[in-house]
């Protein structure tokens, strides 16, 4: 008996999962930062350095991206999916360096705050 799951199902359910994934990821995010970033103001949310703020503003920028790029290419539009994949390599470039500098950061703020430095 024949397969009746051939390329074409497969390929409506990634245009269902892979979506659906990205919203879940958008929506722990939201959940774990609701109210510390983005019910905040997000530009006027209390962090505490603009170097938090710029890392902050990246990752959103980051998981914009990873929500557009599934439902781009579920509504057959490959070539915006590609064009922003392009500005996606670039902000996943920004990624690490702004979590590492926001890192070293707040750990260089924490050791001044217990008075070990200065």
């Known amino acids: 008996m024949a397969s009746?799951?051939?390329?074409?199902?497969?390929?409506?359910l990634d245009n269902i999962f892979f979506p659906a994934m990205a919203l879940l990821a958008l929506a722990i995010v939201i959940n774990g930062f609701g109210r510390s970033y983005f019910f905040a103001g997000m530009v006027r949310a209390p962090l505490p350095s603009p170097l938090v703020?710029?890392?902050?503003?990246?990752?959103?920028?980051?998981?914009?991206?990873?929500?557009?790029?599934?439902?781009?290419?579920?509504?057959?539009k490959v070539e915006w999916h590609q064009r922003l994949g392009t500005f996606g390599m670039l902000v996943a470039v920004a990624?690490?360096?702004?979590?590492?500098?926001?890192?070293?950061?707040s750990l260089l703020s924490a050791v001044v705050a217990d008075g070990m430095i200065g």
């Open 53 to 76: 703020h710029a890392h902050a503003a990246i990752l959103t920028t980051w998981i914009a991206v990873q929500v557009l790029q599934p439902v781009q290419v579920a509504a057959n």
């Open 95 to 105: 990624v690490p360096i702004i979590a590492m500098l926001a890192a070293i950061e």
């Open 4 to 12: 009746t799951t051939g390329a074409y199902g497969r390929r409506r």
